[in-house]
């Protein structure tokens, strides 16, 4: 049985600079590195995104001033957004507030070097973990290749160009699959961060995009909790719906927070 390849238009905004020409060259060499993708390099000329859709219904990424941003229709485009992360670290660095992911990952008994993020989606919660842990190197898996590779992008162009120099990107491999494909990755590192679709529909303006593209499976999180309760040692993070059967199932212990209906928890492997 063959399966169908994924496909995906590149293409920039209606009048690239150097700069962007530079980064339609660096996507395009990239993409040539997926064997499951087709993929065309298309002239916007002075097409709208509507022009774009009218006769091929293909997902186009564009490479724009403002970022790189992939569009599955003309409603739904992906991109990274740095949402509430900037608020989150001012009131960390403030000595306001620790979020509560950091308050678990920041654990002296626990060696950070590596940090696996197992469903990076838009990347915020990663994002704030690599503003906190500035020695961890991080591995961001994403099974959604639409996700990844605009999500990849986005945060390559924002941090290379929009937010000069604030992270160090080269820290951050991101990964198009799923963990339970690496084990090399997941002996490595000795903390790893879980935050599944929710089961319960909880749709914020910062996931409604990705509700859109991602058909969510309990089955495949199942998969992944057990490969890694199968062959990791550390310490496992999960972010989960207060009433997720996960927490109950895999016997996480939960940091309850009143205000949201999304908790924090975590287990020693
Ligand atoms: C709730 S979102 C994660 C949001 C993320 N923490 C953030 O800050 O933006 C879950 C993401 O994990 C991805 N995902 C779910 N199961 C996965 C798996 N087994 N391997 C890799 N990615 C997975 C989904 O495609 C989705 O993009």
Not at 3 to 20: D, F
Not at 68 to 75: G, H, I, N, P, R
Not at 91 to 117: C, F, K, R, W
Not at 170 to 183: A, C, D, E, P
């Amino acid at each position: 049985m063959t399966t169908a390849k994924i496909k995906l238009r590149i293409t920039t905004c209606v009048k690239p600079n150097r700069l962007i020409l530079k980064y339609l060259k660096c996507i395009v060499s990239d993409v040539k590195t997926y064997s499951d993708v087709n993929y065309e390099v298309i002239e916007r000329k002075k097409l709208t995104i509507k022009n774009l859709f009218e006769e091929d219904t293909t997902p186009v990424m564009v490479i724009q001033q403002t970022g790189v941003v992939l569009y599955t229709s003309v409603e739904n485009k992906i991109f990274y957004h740095e949402n509430t992360t900037r608020v989150k670290y001012k009131a960390y660095i403030t000595g306001n507030h620790v979020p509560p992911l950091i308050e678990l990952i920041q654990d002296d008994s626990i060696n950070t070097d590596i940090i696996i993020d197992a469903t990076t989606g838009m990347a915020n919660d990663l994002i704030l973990m690599a503003l906190t842990m500035e020695n961890s190197i991080f591995y961001a898996f994403e099974d959604n290749f639409y996700i990844h590779f605009a999500i990849k992008w986005g945060v390559h162009f924002y941090f290379n160009v929009l937010e000069k120099n604030k992270i160090d990107i080269s820290r951050i491999h991101f990964i198009y699959g799923s963990v339970v494909n690496h084990m090399g990755i997941l002996n490595q590192a000795d903390v790893i961060y879980l935050d599944p679709m929710y089961e319960e529909t909880v749709v914020t303006s910062n996931i409604a995009s990705l509700v859109n593209v991602v058909t969510h499976d309990i089955e495949s999180d199942r998969k992944l909790l057990n490969t890694i309760f199968e062959h990791f040692k550390g310490k496992v993070i999960l972010r989960a719906h207060f009433k997720s059967s996960l927490i109950r199932d895999y016997q996480f212990t939960m940091n309850v927070r009143k205000q949201t209906k999304t908790h924090y928890g975590y287990r020693y492997l």
